[in-house]
């Protein structure tokens, strides 16, 4: 089991909101922080009820990099722990590489703590397998480009062109270019799901198709918070339908814990 160490800074992913998916070592690393550093603008305090009595409670949103890392730096050259807290997974989006690498630079201990991103609680709210043999074994994480740009060889429809399951982050906002690009290469009938601020009390969910989306999101005034799911694995009848057996469970099918039954 991990130790939580005084003088490391801990980059901890506790999921999309909902302090119940939370990982025990990320709630184990904010119950002893002197230090909590949380992304307010997608976070509450709820995860935060057990710290320290002590502990200082600072929202990252109205911070710039320069004055996020001096406070972790500071508090973690007096000895500190400090929890440095992200929405999700801290890989993906969180903008850690650039808190990471000058604190390495100045010789602090960081370590990062793993946890439930958006697109996987999202699949799960569903009850959605994203990966279903012969429609799809692949997941596509990625957004759509806004102010933050992203490589040329990366553009949309470029990515839809494999026709895989995409997960779109940060890119509600944008859902008209969205189904732009997408229909490019998917039939306008693809399912795609909207999830936003999923595991939240105020979690809401929009299923529709390629054809139909863009119009329910600007109905429905989204424009932050959520995650875009896409691709035939979302087909909403599919159980009813259901020929895709995976290989993993097929009694025909032999590996290493299993013999194959004769055909
Ligand atoms: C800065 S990124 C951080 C992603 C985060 N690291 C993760 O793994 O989920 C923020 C984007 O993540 C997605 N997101 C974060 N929390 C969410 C939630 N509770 N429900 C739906 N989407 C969410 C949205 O696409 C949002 O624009």
């Given at each position: 089991m991990m130790q939580v160490k005084?003088?490391?800074?801990?980059?901890?992913?506790?999921?999309?909101?909902?302090?119940?998916?939370?990982?025990?070592?990320?709630?184990?690393?904010?119950?002893?922080?002197?230090?909590?550093?949380?992304?307010?603008?997608?976070?509450?305090?709820?995860?935060?009820?057990?710290?320290?009595?002590?502990?200082?409670?600072?929202?990252?949103?109205?911070?710039?990099?320069?004055?996020?890392?001096?406070?972790?730096?500071?508090?973690?050259?007096?000895?500190?722990?400090?929890?440095?807290?992200?929405?999700?997974?801290?890989?993906?989006?969180?903008?850690?590489?650039?808190?990471?690498?000058?604190?390495?630079?100045a010789g602090i201990p960081c370590e990062v703590i793993p946890g439930v991103s958006a697109a996987f609680a999202a699949a799960a709210a569903l009850r959605a397998e994203l990966t279903i043999p012969e429609l799809s074994q692949t997941v596509i994480v990625t957004r759509m480009e806004g102010r933050t740009p992203v490589p040329e060889r990366e553009r949309l429809r470029d990515l839809a062109s494999h026709r895989t399951t995409l997960a779109l982050y940060l890119s509600i906002a944008l859902i008209d270019e969205v189904v732009a690009e997408l229909q490019t290469a998917y039939p306008a009938e693809t399912p795609v799901v909207v999830v936003q601020r999923v595991s939240c009390p105020d979690q809401q969910i929009l299923r529709g198709t390629l054809a139909d989306i863009a119009d329910q999101v600007k109905a429905a005034r989204m424009r932050t918070q959520a995650v875009i799911l896409v691709g035939p694995v979302l087909t909403p009848d599919l159980r009813q339908s259901w020929d895709m057996q995976s290989k993993l469970y097929d009694r025909r099918f032999a590996h290493a814990f299993r013999r194959g039954e004769p055909t």
């Open positions: 005084g003088g490391t800074v801990y980059f901890v992913g506790v999921g999309p909101g909902d302090p119940d998916l939370m990982t025990i070592r990320a709630k184990r690393v904010i119950d002893q922080a002197d230090l909590i550093l949380y992304t307010g603008s997608l976070l509450g305090q709820e995860g935060f009820q057990e710290r320290k009595m002590t502990a200082k409670l600072i929202d990252s949103a109205s911070l710039h990099l320069a004055e996020l890392v001096e406070l972790m730096q500071q508090a973690a050259a007096a000895g500190e722990v400090v929890a440095r807290v992200h929405d999700g997974d801290p890989s993906l989006f969180g903008a850690i590489a650039e808190q990471i690498a000058p604190l390495e630079a």
